[in-house]
C-alpha cells in the first residue's frame, strides 16, 4: 500500500518503500527455510521478488498510459503468480491444490489492481474500499497458507509441542 501512495502520489519516499516491500519478500522465504529448506526458501524469495519488480513496472506504465508496457507487465505478472502457485503447490500437494494456488494468486492481484487503479484515478473512497478487500484477502493467504503447512507437519503443530515449546 505504501509503494501503491508513494508511486502514484509522487513521493519521494518511492525508492525507501520499494526496499521495505522486498525486504518483506525476502523474509517470506526466509520464513519458509525451517520447514521446506533454503533451497526453496531462495528459490520463493526470487518468485516474489519478481512479482514486486513487475508490479513497480505495471504501476509506472499504468502512470504514465503507457498502455503497450502496461499490458506486457500485466501479463508477466500473472504469469509470475501462476509460478508462485505452482511453487506452493509442488511444495505441499496434499493441502495446497494448484487450482486454490492460482485462484489464491489471481484474487490477490486482482484486488491489488483494482486499488491502484481506485488511486490513480483519485477515486479516494474506491482506494480506502479496494484496500480493506486487500487487506482481508491477504489474511485469507495467511490462514490458507498456514493451514496447509499444519496440516502437512501435523506433529510439528500438535498441542503437546506448543506447549512444551512454551515451557521450554
Given amino acids: 500500500r505504501m509503494y501503491i501512495i508513494s508511486v502514484t502520489s509522487e513521493l519521494t519516499d518511492a525508492d525507501f518503500a520499494a526496499q521495505r516491500l522486498l525486504q518483506n519478500q525476502l523474509d517470506i522465504g526466509n520464513a519458509i527455510k525451517p520447514i521446506y529448506g533454503d533451497a526453496a526458501g531462495e528459490q520463493l524469495t526470487s518468485l516474489l ?3 514486486i519488480l513487475i ?38 500437494p496434499d493441502h495446497w491444490p494448484l487450482a486454490d494456488m492460482q485462484s489464491m494468486m489471481k484474487s490477490h492481484l486482482d484486488l491489488t489492481l483494482d486499488e491502484a487503479t481506485a488511486r490513480l484515478n ?15 484477502e491477504i489474511l485469507h493467504m495467511a490462514d490458507m497458507l498456514s493451514d496447509g503447512i499444519i496440516q502437512q507437519f501435523p506433529k510439528q503443530f500438535a498441542r503437546q509441542n506448543i506447549s512444551q515449546q512454551k515451557m521450554d
Fill in 55 to 92: 508490479a513497480a513496472e505495471l504501476l509506472s506504465a499504468a502512470k504514465a498510459g503507457d498502455n503497450t508496457a502496461f499490458e506486457d507487465a500485466n501479463s508477466r505478472w500473472y504469469e509470475n503468480a501462476d509460478q508462485i502457485a505452482a511453487f506452493l503447490q509442488s511444495a505441499n
Fill in 49 to 51: 521478488n519478481d512479482h
Fill in 122 to 136: 483519485e477515486d479516494w473512497a474506491g482506494d480506502v474500499a479496494a484496500y480493506d478487500k486487500v487487506h482481508d
